[in-house]
T-cell receptor, first 113, second 110 residues
């Protein structure tokens, strides 16, 4: 069974640009959540999608948005990039998101210059 | 808030030694999960705990879900060099919303 796939693995963008990251969950998993990981702040929850609906959202500005498609694949978008957005962005998939095991992808390393 | 306090921050041990790390919180969580992360990779799930008091093993790893649902520990027995990495606890609130500890960086000396 294939794991969680995130693309691209690495990305370099300049301040002010926007970026879209992609996550394909494990087959049969309908919940996808996104996390930002930085050395200073650790792993922080961004948002979670289930059946194409955002169910939960962390404390990030509106520049961070996402969506989920009918095949459960999810995208995350960051607009007007800032230097502080440089981080490893991880997505995790689980069957239904409620008290079930969550599996992470390898992440997308975003560098904003 | 729903912060997790994970300790210790780092450990330097000799191969063959046992390791213990724990997470505590002032909040109640529905599920506790333990992950290991290698540099440049995503966290890999080690153990998931679903019920207060639950004790679960995965090879040399053992974890417990605290009775109060506010804490959990992870033990690694007879450590080996490939145990090196950062271990994270995560408390799950539901809706795949997990709060993470800051991590325990484990170094194993051969």
């Amino acid at each position: 069974k294939a794991g969680v796939t995130q693309t691209p693995r690495y990305l370099i963008k300049t301040r002010g640009q926007q970026v879209t990251l992609s996550c394909s969950p494990i087959s049969g998993h309908r919940s996808v959540s996104w996390y930002q990981q930085t050395p200073g702040q650790g792993l922080q929850f961004l948002f979670e999608y289930f059946s194409e609906t955002q169910r939960n959202k962390g404390n990030f500005p509106g520049r961070f948005s996402g969506r989920q498609f009918s095949n459960s694949r999810s995208e995350m978008n960051v607009s007007t990039l800032e230097l502080g957005d440089s981080a490893l962005y991880l997505c995790a998939s689980s069957r239904d998101g409620w008290n079930t095991e969550a599996f992470f992808g390898q992440g997308t390393r975003l560098t904003v210059v | 808030g729903q912060q997790l306090n994970q300790s210790p921050q780092s450990m330097f041990i000799q191969e063959g030694e046992d390791v213990s790390m724990n997470c505590t919180s002032s909040s109640i969580f529905n599920t506790w999960l333990w992950y290991k992360q290698d540099p440049g990779e995503g966290p890999v799930l080690l153990i998931a705990l679903y019920k207060a008091g639950e004790l679960t093993s995965n090879g040399r790893l053992t974890a417990q879900f605290g009775i109060t649902r506010k804490d959990s520990f992870l033990n690694i027995s007879a450590s080996i060099p490939s145990d090196v990495g950062i271990y994270f606890c995560a408390g799950q609130l539901g809706n795949n919303d997990m709060r993470f500890g800051a991590g325990t960086r484990l170094t194993v000396k051969p």
